[in-house]
T-cell receptor, first 114, second 113 residues
Framework: DGGITQSPKYLFRKEGQNVTLSCEQN?????MYWYRQDPGQGLRLIYY???????QKGDIAEGYSVSREKKESFPLTVTSAQKNPTAFYLC?????????????FGSGTQLSVL | DAKTTQPPSMDCAEGRAANLPCNHS???????VYWYRQIHSQGPQYIIH???NNETNEMASLIITEDRKSSTLILPHATLRDTAVYYC??????????????FGQGTILTVHP
């Protein structure tokens, strides 16, 4: 079945450590997105990419980095500069720039700090 | 910030229709209204979208007022599995970049037996 796969489901980070969250899609979508969700809150956009080898900062990009070397993959690195990384992270994709609003989401990664 | 306004919570009896309102008074003439829902600890799921005509699909119906300043999502026969947070979204409300969706806090719908 086509879809978006996020891994791992749960991730723990030690102080000062960088961690990378995986996001893979086999929907042949051009655009991909990373959102962060805190308890009881809506989603906030971290980074998004409309095409391979190009990406833009969202509303809360500080302390995060991404790459888009392949159409299928959009990994998110939570760096040690992100002082409050504990959150639920969601990856999404859309067919293209024009249909950007119809997003397909992965099942999320819960990141916690040890 | 999201430019849509939704009630924070609503209740509905199982088997009855659930009507979820949303105000989007600043929406421009060519912008669609999108609805998503999120079941606890899962990623949001697309439900439906519309511009100015009423829309229906296998999941729900969307009624948009003639002035397009508000809409209502209708789940015609709510089940316990419809318990979720429902988000009404006006694209680009939070910025200028295309495809940048801004999610507010949504409406927590609780369906009771």
């Amino acid at each position: 079945d086509g879809g978006i796969t996020q891994s791992p489901k749960y991730l723990f980070r030690k102080e000062g450590q960088n961690v990378t969250l995986s996001c893979e899609q086999n929907l042949n979508h051009d655009a991909m997105y990373w959102y962060r969700q805190d308890p009881g809150q809506g989603l906030r956009l971290i980074y998004y990419s409309q095409i391979v080898n190009d990406f833009q900062k969202g509303d809360i990009a500080e302390g995060y980095s991404v790459s888009r070397e392949k159409k299928e993959s959009f990994p998110l690195t939570v760096t040690s500069a992100q002082k409050n990384p504990t959150a639920f992270y969601l990856c999404a994709s859309s067919k293209d720039r024009v249909s950007g609003e119809k997003l397909f989401f992965g099942s999320g990664t819960q990141l916690s700090v040890l | 910030d999201a430019k849509t306004t939704q009630p924070p919570s609503m209740d509905c009896a199982e088997g009855r229709a659930a009507n979820l309102p949303c105000n989007h008074s600043t929406i421009s003439g060519n912008e669609y209204v999108y609805w998503y829902r999120q079941i606890h600890s899962q990623g949001p799921q697309y439900i439906i979208h519309g511009l100015k005509n009423n829309e229906t699909n296998e999941m729900a119906s969307l009624i948009i007022t003639e002035d397009r300043k508000s809409s209502t999502l209708i789940l015609p026969h709510a089940t316990l599995r419809d318990t979720a947070v429902y988000y009404c979204i006006e694209p680009n409300a939070g910025g200028t970049s295309y495809g940048k969706l801004t999610f507010g806090q949504g409406t927590i719908l609780t369906v009771h037996p």
